[in-house]
């Protein structure tokens, strides 16, 4: 019969005992991993849908405020803002004021770090970023000293130039003509649209394909001025006799023929026209190409051209004949459409927000 060392036996248990406490205490350890790291993702996720909201009600504030000409468009954002994320249960419990940081500013898409694409300004506000802090408790973790995480989320909520809307009158202005002004020193500025090489301007037919024709360009302007009439019977025969709603990125077909359809727009403008001889309107803005289409007379876009915005205009004359030939208007500032917002802004505002960050 075999003999069997009981010292080797109890020295086996012993480590058992060890290898079964380490791996106890592992297993706890990625429980508290699961738990822990689950639960907080799922609070951050709650935190970042009050910033969200929180962002979003600021701007759209702030879109109203530009819409209802409030002469300081920052009225109101922060505390709209402050009661949004307020309504919104982070952990369990409701944001507390002193869990927010609302800014109201600019933000700017061009600079390569997302980090300084928004400045904080009240002078002319396009956006509102909110930050929300947050603290939550822990459960397994609690084993390993960490009895609560703290967290930040931020979101950033612009109005900016409208993505879409529908023209006025079938014009369009080229961004090269806001570029020769630095910042928004155009706003108010007077600008000559016709055949000169200071108008940055040309008629669309609003088609979606390089394809331009004036005879589509007449016929919205003079089924504008009346849908009833014969002559506009004729244009729904043949042509194009209605503006639709364009979006932004759209390339649509411009060209010129000053001559030919200044006479229909003359029209539609003394029949639009205010006490004060003025009339408000909405063109689109294209994307010129690095300002070849200004440098001489006669050298406006031709072809199909990328929309990135729309500009508001207040049309003071319009000239048929002679040398100064073309419409003589100026370019409002925050005035506002009810569309998404964060495009291009040619002094128009879109008063629907959307979130950049």
Not at 160 to 166: A, F, Q, S, T, V
């Amino acid at each position: 019969m075999k003999n069997y060392d009981v010292s080797n036996l109890l020295k086996d248990k012993g480590v058992t005992a060890i290898i079964v406490a380490v791996l106890v205490t592992v297993f706890i350890g990625i429980a508290a991993l699961a738990v822990d790291i689950g639960y907080l993702a799922m609070v951050k996720n709650e935190s970042q849908n009050a910033s969200d909201a929180a962002a979003l009600a600021g701007a759209r504030q702030l879109g109203e405020n530009y819409a209802n000409k409030i002469a300081d468009p920052t009225t109101n954002v922060v505390s709209v803002s402050q009661v949004t994320a307020g309504k919104n249960k982070v952990a369990g419990q409701n944001l507390a004021v002193g869990n927010m940081n609302v800014k109201i500013g600019i933000w700017d898409p061009t600079k390569a770090d997302p980090n300084l694409r928004f400045t904080e300004t009240a002078v002319s506000p396009m956006a509102v970023q909110v930050t929300t802090t947050a603290t939550t408790n822990t459960f397994f973790a609690k084993i390993f000293n960490l009895l609560n995480m703290n967290m930040a989320t931020t979101a950033t909520a612009v109005i900016g130039g409208p993505c879409e809307g529908k023209p006025t009158i079938p014009l369009g202005i080229s961004e090269t003509w806001f570029n020769k002004n630095p910042g928004v020193d155009w706003c108010g500025t007077e600008i000559i649209l016709g055949d000169t090489k200071d108008s940055c301007a040309g008629w669309t037919n609003l088609s979606t394909t390089e394809h331009y024709s004036k005879q589509d360009v007449n016929c919205m302007l003079i089924c504008a001025t009346d849908s009833n009439s014969e002559n506009c019977d004729k244009c729904n025969d043949k042509y194009m006799s209605t503006m639709r709603e364009v979006t932004a990125e759209e390339n649509i077909g411009f060209g010129g023929g000053w001559a030919d359809v200044l006479p229909n727009l003359e029209d539609l403008y003394n029949q639009k026209k205010d006490a004060d001889d003025t009339w408000t309107t909405t063109v689109v803005v294209y994307k010129g190409v690095g300002g070849t289409e200004c440098v001489q007379p006669g050298g406006g876009p031709d072809g199909a051209e990328e929309v990135i915005g729309f500009a508001t205009l207040k049309i003071t004359k319009v000239v048929t004949t002679g040398p100064n030939m073309g419409v003589t208007a100026q370019v409002l500032c925050n005035y506002t459409m009810p569309e998404p917002g964060g495009c291009f802004s040619g002094g128009t505002l879109g008063t629907i927000p959307r979130l950049v960050q």
